[in-house]
C-alpha cells in the first residue's frame, strides 16, 4: 500500500485574531462540555426514576401517595417551574438583544419562582411528615422523598448558580464569558422542568390514578 | 474527662492488632518524615506551585501514577496478607473479621484506587500530546478531578487507622452493609471514599471525551486517530454513561444508613436485588472501562515494535465500540443464581458471549499486525507479549462463566476467582504496565533499565502463573471465595501454598519496578531524541520531556500514524516543511481552588462517616464557597510570550 | 527472551499435568458429579470448553510462531511489509469464525438453560422429597416439612430420589452448594427459590455456603449424606426419638448471629418456613425476579398444607442448640 501521508504542516494561524479566536473556541468547549454532563445528569435521574418504580408498591402496608399527595400544590408547584423556565428564555432573548438590564430582571424574576418552588416543594414535604410519611416509613417514601428531593437539590443549586450569574453580569456585563454562563444555566433550567414533567407524571399522576 | 478522651481515643483509632499499630507508627514516622523534608529542603513553596496548584496535565498525570502505585503497594499487601492466611489450613495468621476487611479493601483499591488512577493518569499524560493539543479542554477540572480522586482514596485509606475498615466485600450487597449488619463507620468510608473520588472520575470523562472530540491537531479526522485515543474515547463514553448510577447507588446505601431510609433493608418493603442490580450496572461497565485503554495501548505498542501500521484499523475502531455499548448489556450474569428465570438468564449469558467476537478480533489484528514485521523486545513490547496468551485464556474461561448453567458450579468459587484476576492482572495491569514503560521517557526524559524490567516483567508473570493456575483447580474442588480458612480434609493445602509463592512472586516483581523506577533515576541517560522507541504518534515529534506548552507550533496530523509518515518523507530525502511562525501561547493559570475544594469534600466526608455535623456542614460550606470563588474569577489565563517559546525550544535542544 | 518463553511453557505445561493429575482424584469435586444435575452440568462445561478450545489453541500456536518468526535478529530474512494494514479476506475470516462458534455455544446455552433450571422439577419415578433450607448467621436450617424433623449444619436423603429444596433467608443473602450434586442457588430473605437435585449414588458429600455473608460465612459447612431409603427412615426415626424438638423460642435463638455445630431436632414449629419467608413481606425482588414472587406464592401454600402434621409433638424444649457462639 501506498503511503497516504501528507508532510505536517503546522495549522494555519489567526494572526491577531488568535487570542481572541481560541477565547471564543473555549466557551465553544465549555458548551459542549455542560452538554455531555446533562447527558449524565439524565442517567442520574433515570436511575432515580427506575428505583422509584421498582418501589412503588413497596409501601409495607402503610401510607401510599394515593392516600397523602394533595394535587392542588402540585399543579402549582409544576406551573410556577414552567412559567420560571419561560421567563430564563426570556432573559436569554434579553441577552441576545444585548439588553443587560432586561437580562438581570428576567433572571431575577426566575430565581424568585424557582424560590417559591422551592418553598411549595418543602411545605408539601413537611406536611408528609407530619400526616406520617417521613423517609424512613417505607421504601415507597424513601424512594418518593430522594426523586423528588434530588430534583429539588438540582433547583436549589440552580438559584445560587443563577444568582452569582447576576452578581458576575453586574460586574462585567455581556461578554463571551458570560454569555456561555447565561446560555447553560438557561439550558439547565430548561432540563430540570423537563426532568419535573416526569417526576409530576411518574410520581404524582400515576401514584394519585 | 481524661476517661472521656481515652473511650473515645479507644473508639476512634483501631485499636488491638500489632499489625495495625505497626501500620500506625510507619505512617507516623513517613508523614514527620516528609514534613521534615519539605521544611528543611525549603520545599514547601515548591510543592505548592509546581504541584498542589498545577492545572498541566502532564504534572497531573505524574500525580495520579504516583498515587496509583502507593495504591498498588497497599492492595499488593493486602492480597499477600490474604495469601499468607490461606497458605496453610486451618492458618490462625488473621482472624475473620481482619479477613473480611482486607479482601474488601484490596478489591476497592486495585479497582478504585489503583487501576482508575493509573489510567486517568496515562490519559493525562499521553491524550493532549497524542492528538497535537496543547491541554485537556478542561484544565481547572481536571486538576479537581485528581484531587477528588486523591482526597477520595485518602479518606477511604484512613479506615485503616480510624474507625475501622469496611468488611462487606468490595461492591457491599446489602443487607451486610446496612447499619442492621455493619454499624461500624467502616462502611461511612467506604461510602464517601468512593463518591467522592467517582464525582472525580465523572468528571475526567466529560474532561477527555470534549478533548478528544474537539481538541484534535487540524487534519486529524476521527478515522485517523491514534487507537490509543480511541479506547480512550470508548472507556470515557462508558464512564459517562456508568458513573452516575454508581453515584446513585452509594447515595441510595448512605440514604438507608443516614436517614433511615429503606431502599435495600430487609423490612419495610426495601429490596437488596435493586442494589445489587444497581451496582452491576455500573460494575460491569467499570471493568471494560479500564480494560480498553489497556487495548488502547498495546495497540501502540505492538505497532510501534512491529515497525508496521497497526492491522484492521477499521475493525479495530469498531471493535472498542462494539465492546462498550455490549458491556452495558450483560451486568445479570454476576447473579445468574438468583434465580432469574431461564430466558432472563440466556439473554444476558448470550449477551455476555458476544463480547467474546470483537475481542477475539482485536487479538487477531495484534498477531497480523506483528505478522511480516521487524518485531523487537524492549520491556513495552514485552508486556505486550506476556499479555496475549493470558489473556486469549482468561477470556477463554470468562466465555465458560458466561454459560449460565455451568456458572451454577463456578459462582463464587475461586474459578471466578482466577478469572477476573486472569483478565485484570493479564489485561489491565500489564496492559498499563506496558504504557507506563512505553511513555516514561517521554514524560520524564530518559527510558527506564531494561535489565531490570526484564527480571520485574518476568518475575511478574511466572509469578502469575504460579499463583491463579491453581485457583482454577481450586474453585473445581469447591474452594468458595472469601473464605478465611479451610481444613486439613479438603484437599486444598498443595494448591493453596503454590498460589501463595505465586503471589509472592508477583512481589518480588513489583518491587524489582521499584527498583527499577529508583535506579534508572540516579543512572539512565537523558534521551534527546524525544523519540526513542522510533514511535508512530504525534506526541513523538516533541521534546522530552514536552514543555509546558507542548506544541510551540500546532502539528498537522493528515495520516494515522503522522510522525512516522513525517519521518518516512525526510527519510526519502524530503526537507522538512517550514515551521511556521510562533505565536504567544494561551495558557491556562495554575489555581489552588481544587485542592481546597477537594479537600473541603475530605471535611464533609469525614463529618458524615462520623455523624457529626459540626464539621461536616462547614465542609460543604467550603465546597460550596470554592465553585463560587472559581466562577468570580474571570483571571483565569495568560500568553507566554514568543521569546520564551523560543528560549525553550532551544533549551530542549530543537532547531527552531 | 526465548530462553524465557520456553519457561513459560514449561510452567504451563506443569500447570496442565497437575490439573490433570488432579482432575483424575476425587477431590476435585466438580469434576466428580454423582448426581443428574451436577452431570448434565459437566457435560456443559466440558462441550464449552472444547469449543473455545477450538479457537483458543490454534491462537496460541500463531502467536509463538509469529513472535518467533518476525523477531528483527531472526537469522533467516523474513518478509517485512510495513504498510500493510488491511485484507478484507483475513479480516472477513477472523470476525466470522468467533460467530460461528459463539453462535454454536449459544444454542447449546439455551437448551441447557432450560433444561436445567433450578426451579424445573426432575423427571423421575420416585416421589420427590422436600428439604426446605434457611441459611442463617452463620448456620444452615433444614426442615423436613414430610417428616417433621429439622437439621442444623446437616442433611441427610435417600439416594436416587429427586430432592427439592426449598430456600430462604433469615440473614444477608447466601449461596447453597453441594458441588458433587449441581450448581447452587442464592438464598434469599423474603423468597422461597427452588433447587432439585438428585445424588444417583449413596456418599457423603460436602455442601457449604458460597456467598460472603459476614463474619463466620466460611463455617458454613454441612454434609450432605446420600443412603438408602431404608437407612433413611431409620435415621429419620432415630432423630424424632433422640433429639429435642424445635420450638419458636428455639429457632429464635437459633437465629442470633454466630457459630453452631451440628444438630437434630425431632419437630418443628407450624408453618416455621413460611413465617421465614413472609417476615420480609412477599415482596417483588426487582428486574427479572418476577417469575420467583409466582413461585414463592405457591410454595407457601403447599408448604402450609404439607407440613402441619409435624408440629403436634412441638415441646419447649429449646436446649438442644447451644452450640452457636
Known amino acids: 500500500m501506498a503511503s497516504s501521508g501528507k508532510p505536517i504542516i503546522s495549522a494555519p494561524s489567526h494572526g491577531v485574531e488568535q487570542g481572541h479566536e481560541e477565547h471564543h473556541d473555549l466557551e465553544g468547549l465549555r458548551m459542549m462540555g455542560f452538554w455531555i454532563f446533562l447527558i449524565t445528569d439524565c442517567i442520574l435521574f433515570g436511575t432515580l426514576f427506575a428505583t422509584f418504580v421498582v418501589l412503588s408498591d413497596s409501601t409495607a402496608g402503610g401510607l401510599t401517595g394515593a392516600d397523602l399527595f394533595e394535587m392542588p400544590g402540585v399543579i402549582a408547584e409544576t406551573f410556577i417551574l414552567l412559567t420560571s423556565s419561560f421567563t430564563s428564555g426570556l432573559a436569554v432573548l434579553s441577552m441576545n438583544r444585548g439588553d443587560r438590564k432586561g437580562l438581570i430582571g428576567w433572571l431575577a424574576v426566575t430565581v424568585l419562582l424557582g424560590a417559591s418552588f422551592i418553598t411549595l416543594e418543602i411545605t408539601e414535604f413537611v406536611n408528609l411528615v407530619h400526616e406520617g410519611a417521613a423517609i424512613s416509613t417505607s421504601a415507597f417514601w424513601s424512594a418518593f422523598y430522594t426523586l423528588v428531593g434530588t430534583h429539588g437539590l438540582h433547583v436549589s443549586i440552580g438559584l445560587v448558580w443563577m444568582i452569582s450569574i447576576m452578581l458576575q453580569l453586574k460586574r462585567h456585563g455581556i461578554n463571551s464569558v458570560t454569555r456561555r454562563k447565561v446560555n447553560i444555566i438557561s439550558l439547565y433550567w430548561h432540563f430540570l422542568d423537563v426532568v419535573w414533567i416526569f417526576v409530576f407524571t411518574i410520581v404524582y399522576l400515576m401514584e394519585v390514578m | ?656 | 527472551m526465548m530462553k524465557g518463553l520456553r519457561r513459560l511453557t514449561a510452567v504451563l505445561s506443569l500447570f496442565a499435568m497437575t490439573i490433570l493429575m488432579a482432575g483424575c482424584s476425587d477431590k476435585v469435586v466438580v469434576l466428580n458429579p454423582k448426581g443428574e444435575i451436577g452431570k448434565h452440568q459437566l457435560d456443559l462445561i466440558i462441550i464449552s470448553t472444547v469449543l473455545c478450545l477450538v479457537i483458543i489453541v490454534p491462537v496460541l500456536i500463531l502467536t509463538f510462531y509469529i513472535v518467533w518468526k518476525y523477531r528483527h535478529n531472526s537469522k533467516k530474512a523474513t518478509k517485512y511489509e510495513p504498510e500493510w494494514e488491511h485484507s478484507t479476506k483475513l479480516e472477513t475470516i477472523w470476525w466470522s469464525i468467533p460467530i460461528v462458534i459463539i453462535a454454536i455455544l449459544a444454542a447449546v446455552t439455551i437448551k441447557y438453560t432450560h433444561m436445567l433450571e433450578p426451579s424445573k422439577p426432575l423427571e423421575h419415578e420416585a416421589k420427590p422429597i422436600v428439604i426446605q433450607v434457611t441459611s442463617l448467621d452463620w448456620k444452615w436450617l433444614f426442615q423436613y416439612p414430610d417428616q417433621g424433623i429439622a437439621t442444623v449444619n446437616y442433611i441427610q436423603f435417600p439416594d436416587n430420589v429427586p430432592v427439592e429444596f426449598q430456600l430462604t433467608s433469615d440473614a444477608p443473602m447466601n449461596s447453597f452448594w453441594i458441588p458433587q450434586l449441581g450448581g447452587q442457588i442464592y438464598t434469599m430473605s423474603g423468597m422461597a427459590m427452588k433447587l432439585h437435585l438428585i445424588a444417583e449414588e449413596p456418599g457423603d458429600y460436602m455442601g457449604m455456603g458460597a456467598n460472603f455473608s459476614g463474619r463466620d460465612f466460611g463455617k458454613m459447612e454441612f454434609t450432605a449424606k446420600a443412603t438408602s431409603q431404608a437407612e433413611f427412615d431409620a435415621w429419620v426415626q432415630q432423630v424424632k426419638d433422640s433429639s429435642p424438638a424445635l420450638t419458636t423460642e428455639g429457632y429464635e435463638q437459633l437465629a442470633i448471629p454466630g457459630v453452631s455445630e451440628v444438630e437434630t431436632f425431632s419437630s418443628i414449629p407450624e408453618g416455621l418456613f413460611n413465617k421465614i419467608v413472609n417476615k420480609y413481606g412477599a415482596h417483588n425482588h426487582g428486574s427479572g425476579s418476577a417469575e420467583h414472587t409466582d413461585n414463592s406464592g405457591e410454595t407457601t401454600n403447599e408448604g402450609a398444607t404439607e407440613h402441619e402434621h409435624g408440629n403436634a409433638e412441638a415441646t419447649m424444649n429449646h436446649e438442644g442448640h447451644v452450640g452457636h457462639e
Open chain 2, 1 to 656: 474527662m481524661w476517661d472521656k478522651i481515652k473511650d473515645f481515643a479507644s473508639e476512634f483509632f483501631v485499636t488491638g492488632d500489632p499489625l495495625i499499630y505497626g501500620a500506625d507508627v510507619s505512617i507516623g514516622l513517613t508523614l514527620i518524615a516528609v514534613v521534615a523534608a519539605l521544611t528543611y529542603f525549603k520545599k514547601w513553596t515548591w510543592l505548592w506551585k509546581d504541584w498542589l496548584t498545577t492545572v498541566d496535565h502532564k504534572k497531573i498525570g505524574i500525580m495520579y501514577v504516583i498515587a496509583s502505585l502507593l495504591m498498588l503497594f497497599r492492595g499488593g499487601v493486602d492480597a499477600l496478607l490474604m495469601r499468607t492466611q490461606l497458605a496453610v489450613p486451618n492458618m490462625e495468621f488473621l482472624a475473620p473479621e481482619h479477613y473480611n476487611q482486607i479482601f474488601t479493601t484490596h478489591g476497592v483499591i486495585m479497582i478504585l484506587f489503583m487501576a482508575m488512577p493509573l489510567m486517568f493518569g496515562l490519559f493525562n499524560l499521553v491524550i493532549p500530546l497524542q492528538i497535537g493539543a496543547r491541554d485537556v479542554a478542561f484544565p481547572f477540572l481536571n486538576s479537581l478531578s485528581f484531587w477528588l480522586f486523591f482526597f477520595g482514596a485518602m479518606l477511604f485509606n484512613v479506615s485503616f487507622v480510624i474507625g475501622g475498615s469496611p468488611d462487606a466485600g468490595w461492591l457491599a450487597y446489602p443487607p451486610l452493609s446496612e447499619l442492621s449488619h455493619s454499624p461500624g463507620v467502616g462502611q461511612d468510608f467506604y461510602i464517601w471514599g468512593i463518591q467522592i473520588s467517582g464525582i472525580g472520575s465523572l468528571m475526567t470523562g466529560i474532561n477527555f471525551i470534549v478533548t478528544i472530540l474537539k481538541m484534535r491537531a487540524p487534519g486529524m479526522k476521527l478515522m485517523k486517530m491514534p487507537m490509543f485515543t480511541w479506547s480512550v474515547l470508548s472507556s470515557c463514553l462508558t464512564i459517562i454513561l456508568a458513573f452516575p448510577i454508581l453515584t446513585i447507588t452509594l447515595a441510595l446505601l448512605f440514604i438507608d444508613r443516614y436517614l433511615g431510609a429503606h431502599f435495600f433493608t430487609l423490612d419495610m418493603g426495601g429490596n437488596p436485588m435493586m442494589y445489587i442490580n444497581l451496582i452491576w450496572m455500573w460494575g460491569h461497565p467499570e471493568v471494560y472501562i479500564v480494560i480498553l485503554p489497556a487495548f488502547g495501548i498495546f495497540s501502540e505498542v505492538v505497532a510501534t515494535f512491529s515497525k508496521k501500521r497497526l492491522f484492521g484499523y477499521k475493525s479495530m475502531v469498531f471493535a472498542l465500540m462494539a465492546i462498550s455499548v455490549t458491556s452495558f448489556f450483560t451486568w445479570a450474569h454476576h447473579f445468574f443464581t438468583m434465580g432469574s428465570g431461564a430466558n432472563v438468564n440466556a439473554f444476558f449469558a448470550i449477551s455476555t458471549m458476544i463480547i467474546a467476537i470483537p475481542t477475539g478480533v482485536k487479538v487477531f489484528n495484534w498477531l497480523f499486525t506483528m505478522y511480516r514485521g521487524k518485531l523487537s523486545f524492549p520491556t513495552p513490547m514485552l508486556w505486550m507479549i506476556g499479555f496475549i496468551p493470558c489473556f486469549v485464556v482468561g477470556g477463554m474461561t470468562g466465555v465458560l462463566l458466561s454459560v449460565a448453567p455451568a456458572d451454577f458450579q463456578f459462582h463464587n468459587s475461586y474459578f471466578l476467582i482466577a478469572h477476573f484476576h486472569q483478565v485484570l492482572i493479564g489485561g489491565v495491569a500489564f496492559g498499563y504496565f506496558a504504557g507506563l514503560y512505553y511513555w516514561w521517557p517521554k514524560v520524564f526524559g530518559f527510558k527506564l533499565n531494561e535489565k531490570i524490567g526484564k527480571w520485574a516483567f518476568w518475575f511478574w508473570n511466572i509469578g502469575f502463573y504460579v499463583c491463579f493456575m491453581p485457583q482454577y483447580v481450586l474453585g473445581l474442588m469447591g474452594m468458595t471465595r472469601r473464605v478465611s480458612s479451610y481444613g486439613w480434609d479438603k484437599g486444598w493445602y498443595e494448591l493453596n501454598l503454590t498460589s501463595t509463592i505465586g503471589g509472592f512472586l508477583m512481589g518480588i516483581g513489583f518491587l524489582f519496578q521499584v527498583w527499577q523506577i529508583l535506579h534508572s533515576i540516579k543512572f539512565m541517560e537523558r534521551d534527546t531524541t524525544g523519540d526513542p522507541w522510533d514511535g508512530r504518534t504525534l506526541e513523538w515529534s516533541i521534546p522530552s520531556p514536552a514543555p509546558m506548552y507542548n506544541f510551540a507550533t500546532l502539528p498537522r496530523a493528515d495520516d494515522k500514524d503522522a510522525w512516522w509518515e513525517e519521518k518516512q518523507r525526510i527519510a526519502q530525502g524530503h526537507a522538512p516543511k517550514p515551521q511556521p511562525k510562533i505565536e504567544p501561547i494561551h495558557m491556562p493559570k495554575n489555581s489552588g481552588i481544587p485542592f481546597i475544594m477537594s479537600a473541603c469534600f475530605f471535611v464533609a466526608g469525614f463529618g458524615f462517616v462520623f455523624d457529626w455535623l459540626w464539621m461536616a456542614i462547614p465542609g460543604l460550606i467550603g465546597v460550596v464557597a470554592c465553585m463560587l470563588a472559581h466562577s468570580f474569577n474571570y483571571k483565569t489565563d495568560y500568553y507566554i510570550p514568543v521569546d520564551e517559546i523560543k528560549r525553550t525550544e532551544a533549551a530542549a535542544r530543537r532547531v527552531i
